[in-house]
T-cell receptor
Framework: GAVVSQHPSRVICKSGTSVKIECRSL??????MFWYRQFPKQSLMLMAT?????????EQGVEKDKFLINHASLTLSTLTVTSAHPEDSSFYIC???????????????FGEGSRLTVL | SQKIEQNSEALNIQEGKTATLTCNYT??????LQWYRQDPGRGPVFLLL?????KEKRKERLKVTFDTTLKQSLFHITASQPADSATYLC????????????FGAGTRLFVKA
C-alpha cells in the first residue's frame, strides 16, 4: 500500500520557538493531505486540509497564523507550529489518499505521527 | 453537528473469543464508514470500509456491519489474539464533503492470553 512518512517523530522545544513537521507521500502523489491532532485517549481532530499549490483549508477553531501549512509539491506538506506554547504539546499526524492506487476509495494512509512537547 | 460515539471503556477479552466493538453516529447519513487500528504512539492503519448500501463486510478474522437505520456499526474480531490488542477507531466521511474524514475517540481492546 501507499506510504506516508512523517518527520520528526519526536520533538522537544522551548516555549516561544517554532517547530516544523514534514509529511511526505513516498510512492504516490497527493494533491491533498490532512493534518490531525490527537490528545491522549481522545479522537483525532482534523486541523486542516492541505492543498497543493493553494492555501490550506482550516477547520473551525484552528488558528491559521498559529499552525502554518505549506503544500509546496505533490509529495510534501509541512506543518509549522509557530510560537509554540505548552498547550500545543500533542501528537500531530498527517494523512493522504492514494488516488491512483488499488486501495479502497476513501482509505487514508497515515504518517507515523510527531510527538511535540513544548517546555 | 456530526457526532461519533465509541465506548470509551476498554474492552478486555480472553484469547480465542470474539471481540465486538460498537460505533454510533448522529446527525448524519454517511456514504461510508471505516475502521482503523491504532497502536500507542503510532498513526492509524486502515482495516475496513463499508458503504451505506452494504450490510456486512468481511476481511479474514474481521467483520463489520452497518445499520443505517440504527446509525450504528459493529466491528467484530473473531478468534482474537493478544496481537489484536490496540485501539480501534471508527471513522466517517465528514458532512459537507471535501473528502474529509472524522474519527471517533476509539475503543481500547485488550486480549489476554
Amino acid at each position: 500500500g501507499a506510504v506516508v512518512s512523517q518527520h520528526p517523530s519526536r520533538v522537544i522545544c522551548k516555549s516561544g520557538t517554532s517547530v516544523k513537521i514534514e509529511c511526505r507521500s513516498l510512492d504516490f502523489q497527493a494533491t491533498t493531505m490532512f493534518w490531525y491532532r490527537q490528545f491522549p485517549k481522545q479522537s483525532l481532530m482534523l486541523m486542516a486540509t492541505s492543498n497543493e499549490g493553494s492555501k490550506a483549508t482550516y477547520e473551525q477553531g484552528v488558528e491559521k497564523d498559529k499552525f502554518l501549512i505549506n503544500h509546496a509539491s505533490l509529495t510534501l506538506s509541512t506543518l509549522t507550529v509557530t510560537s509554540a506554547h505548552p498547550e500545543d504539546s500533542s501528537f500531530y499526524i498527517c494523512s493522504a489518499r492514494d488516488p491512483t492506487g488499488t486501495g479502497v476509495a476513501g482509505e487514508l494512509f497515515f504518517g507515523e505521527g510527531s510527538r511535540l512537547t513544548v517546555l | 453537528s456530526q457526532k461519533i460515539e465509541q465506548n470509551s471503556e476498554a474492552l478486555n477479552i480472553q484469547e480465542g473469543k470474539t471481540a465486538t466493538l460498537t460505533c454510533n453516529y448522529t446527525n448524519y447519513s454517511p456514504a461510508y464508514l471505516q475502521w482503523y487500528r491504532q497502536d500507542p504512539g503510532r498513526g492509524p492503519v486502515f482495516l475496513l470500509l463499508i458503504r451505506e448500501n452494504e450490510k456486512e463486510k468481511r476481511k479474514e478474522r474481521l467483520k463489520v456491519t452497518f445499520d443505517t437505520t440504527l446509525k450504528q456499526s459493529l466491528f467484530h474480531i473473531t478468534a482474537s489474539q493478544p496481537a489484536d490488542s490496540a485501539t480501534y477507531l471508527c471513522a466517517l466521511d465528514a458532512l459537507g464533503g471535501g473528502f474529509k474524514t472524522i474519527f471517533g475517540a476509539g475503543t481500547r481492546l485488550f486480549v489476554k492470553a
